[in-house]
């Protein structure tokens, strides 16, 4: 336990030092939710709880998949990670220890996101906590699961490329800012399968919101909780198969 503790506090050192990483996880978000919150150009079936829930969406997906998708592929490509699997930390450790890291982030991307919703005027009467964090529980297995996929089986540099475009698509096509309701037909039925879609919608609902839809079959939430639960699993599955630790 004091060689995870110690890595953990290692990553999430290192994390603060990486200003990129930063503006990533903490600056982007907050500012979205700030933006959005006082500027009334989004449309009006994006209520303040909508919001909120993309925001959290894409806080956790900048952290579980980008952050940590890209810092892992660095660290594959100039075998650090392949040295710290012999040493008495070991590969099993290592891995606990970078679940760990990312839970105190989210657990910080939350606090500060939730707070300054409140004071946007968001009411957490209707928040069910226990539910917001079952989504982001499967969210981060979903999506740290297709980032250390990449990271695992690209070169360092197009694994940056490839985590930010999949980040930049699923933004902006996969019902994280726009609600799957309101993107075109066809898009909208794509974004039903996708862990994006479904992590903002079963997040909209633990906070109070309506939920809407059909996803596979089912009506929302519950569909939505569906595939979110499939990606979940079959994500770290993949990325448990297919992840080289060597670079």
């Known amino acids: 336990m004091r060689l995870v503790l110690a890595q953990i506090r290692m990553e999430l050192t290192t994390l603060v ?83 760990g890291s990312v839970s105190v982030v989210e657990l910080v991307q939350v606090t500060v996101l939730v707070a300054i919703a409140v004071g946007l005027g968001w009411s957490i009467v209707e928040l069910s906590w226990w539910r917001l964090a079952l989504a982001l529980l499967l969210g981060t297995a979903a999506f740290a699961g297709i980032g250390l996929c990449l990271a695992g089986r690209l070169r360092a540099e197009a694994n940056l490329a490839a985590q930010n475009g999949l980040y930049l698509i699923l933004l902006a096509l996969g019902g994280v800012i726009i609600p799957v309701d309101d993107l075109p037909d066809g898009l909208g039925a794509v974004a039903r399968y996708l862990p994006s879609g479904a992590l903002a919608e079963v997040v909209h609902a633990s906070l109070g919101g309506t939920p809407s839809g059909v996803w596979l079959f089912i009506d929302a939430p519950l569909g939505a909780w569906l595939v979110l639960a499939i990606w979940a699993l079959i994500a770290p599955l993949a990325a448990a198969r297919l992840f080289r630790f060597d670079g």
């Open 17 to 99: 030092r990486n200003y990129e990483q930063l503006l990533l996880i903490m600056v982007i978000p907050v500012g979205v939710l700030v933006f959005f919150g006082n500027v009334a150009v989004l449309p009006d079936s994006i209520t303040l709880t909508r919001l909120v829930a993309s925001v959290l969406t894409l806080s956790l997906i900048s952290t579980a998949m980008v952050s940590t998708g890209i810092a892992t592929g660095f660290e594959r490509s100039y075998h650090v990670l392949k040295r710290l699997g012999v040493t008495p930390l070991g590969r099993g450790r290592l891995i606990w220890a970078k679940a």
